[in-house]
């Protein structure tokens, strides 16, 4: 039952195959086995999952339909979840009940999915290893001695290890796509502005976008769906229409203009990740698409600026975690500074105070022109790189990440070592682009993604491509032994 996806799922409950109570305490005791030694969930919402699922069970009986009724998902503990712990993995919010439930969550709630838990994440969503969780280190179910990439780790985990047949995600640098690339599974970044960011706790606000983590690109379609939309309460939602993301799944992709940018492929890039990615290209021309070298020629900027924009914002965001107005309070103050100096520094990992401290430096009196400015200017010239190449092709295909998954602790003394590894991904997010990370193979048993980008509101069209090599590869349905 495990290795059924999302889409199947659906199916099979349509199908009155299996109730939704059935599936749901089938996946909780798997939970409860196997998640010990992988750490993907911070926590098990069985009560709830169950009253849930007895519910979807209750309204299909009275001839409810949706596809996603009864079906089980996960939340990165991100999102707000109305009574449930909302920790964002860190200290600062470990006793932290959300008094309501985030836009995502409330519309999967709405089509009738059953949420099992929240998933492990690097704290407040800064890290790209899973290493920073206050929960502890999320293992990667292919080898449990290296990392998953983070931040929504656990999330990817839980899907990659069959405990769940999808999860929800953020990605403000990659964070949907290199751990679904160092996992094995499918992950999709919408548009800035496509799916509400209200609720989803704000690490860098022009950065954040929610999206689906699963195995397939189908069972991707199907949970973005449900998830995307204008919402009133976030400002930075767009009121551009959603279409049929399922619908177009099966188009053929003859003719369509795939863009290879060489910068991607240069100095830093693992031989055998190339390898793959070639042997991908080789699979889209077999579908018939055509295939152009182009430019993104501001590409090598983007690491500076955004780790310059990124923590800038993020000092702003976190600075309401105070100790008197959020979040954890230290034990005894001496005084008012005191309190707001200890608690910070007590419920904050090395991580988040690192970055809250390269952003305020970067804003403050005197170096705003020299910093965030200068990096707002660099971002408009990726932007400008991408509008560019959009005129020439339909899509453009890369690595997403430049090497396969490291040991647990390899990188966690060089914070410049694990900024790299975003080097392919942060340049959507600056950009506000929809991306997408599928399986292209593995290296040396070590799962590799291929990462597709497209013109804004296309996400569609990734899903359909997505969907089209999914048709003619199994990479997709490779399991971790032992799960």
């Not at 799944?249 to 990615?277: M, Q």
């Not at 600026?305 to 976190?318: D, G, K, M």
């Not at 005084?335 to 990992?349: A, K, N, V």
Request: glycine share 8%; proline share 5%.
């Amino acid at each position: 039952m495990h290795q059924l996806t999302l889409s199947d799922i659906s199916k099979a409950l349509i199908a009155k195959e299996f109730s939704s109570v059935e599936i749901t305490s089938y996946l909780l005791e798997r939970i409860k086995q196997l998640d010990p030694q992988l750490n993907s969930f911070i926590t098990v919402t069985e009560q709830l999952a169950l009253e849930q699922a007895k519910a979807a069970d209750e309204r299909r009986a009275q001839g409810k339909y949706h596809e996603l009724l009864g079906v089980p998902i996960a939340h990165k503990d991100l999102f707000c979840t109305q009574g449930i712990r909302t920790s964002c993995g860190s200290k600062m919010l470990d006793n932290f009940l959300a008094p309501y439930n985030a836009t995502v969550v409330q519309k999967l709630i709405n089509s009738g999915c059953v949420t099992l838990g929240k998933t492990n994440l690097d704290e407040f969503a800064m890290g790209s290893s899973n290493e920073s969780s206050y929960y502890g280190a999320v293992k990667n179910p292919w080898d449990t001695t290296r990392v998953p990439g983070g931040s929504s780790g656990g999330s990817a985990v839980a899907v990659a290890a069959r405990l769940v047949p999808a999860t929800t995600g953020t990605d403000t640098g990659g964070s949907i796509r290199q751990p679904a690339a160092l996992t094995g599974v499918t992950g999709i970044k919408p548009t800035y502005g496509r799916v509400s960011r209200w609720g989803m706790i704000a690490y860098a606000s022009s950065l954040d976008q929610g999206g689906p983590i699963a195995r397939t690109a189908e069972d991707c379609a199907l949970l973005l769906q449900a998830m995307a939309g204008f919402d009133p309460k976030d400002s930075t939602c767009m009121s551009e229409a959603v279409p049929d993301y399922y619908a177009d799944l099966d188009k053929k992709i003859t003719g369509l203009k795939v863009g290879l940018p060489k910068e991607f492929f240069g100095a830093g890039l693992d031989p055998r990740i190339a390898s793959l990615v070639d042997t991908a290209v080789k699979e889209l021309e077999k579908l018939g698409a055509v295939i152009k070298e182009i430019s993104l020629a501001n590409m090598e900027q983007a690491i500076p600026a955004y780790y310059v924009i990124a923590p800038a914002e993020a000092s702003s965001n976190l600075s309401r975690f105070d100790g008197a107005r959020f979040g954890y309070r230290c034990e005894n103050p001496k005084d008012l500074q005191d309190m707001y100096t200890r608690s910070r520094t007590e419920g904050f990992g090395a991580e988040v105070r690192r970055r809250i401290m390269v952003g305020t430096y970067a804003l403050s009196a005197g170096y705003y022109d020299a910093y965030y400015l200068q990096a707002q200017k660099i971002r408009r010239l990726i932007k400008n790189d991408f509008m560019q190449a959009f005129n020439e092709v339909d899509v453009i295909f890369s690595p997403t990440t430049p090497n396969p998954a490291w040991k647990i602790g390899d990188k966690a003394g060089d914070p410049v070592a694990q900024y790299l590894e975003d080097v392919y991904t942060i340049t959507a997010n600056l950009a506000g682009l929809p991306a997408l990370s599928m399986p292209i193979g593995f290296a040396d048993g070590l799962p590799v993604g291929g990462q597709l980008l497209a013109p804004y509101f296309e996400e569609g069209r990734l899903l359909n491509i997505a969907h089209q090599y999914q048709q003619v590869t199994d990479w997709h349905r490779q399991v971790p032994t032992g799960f």
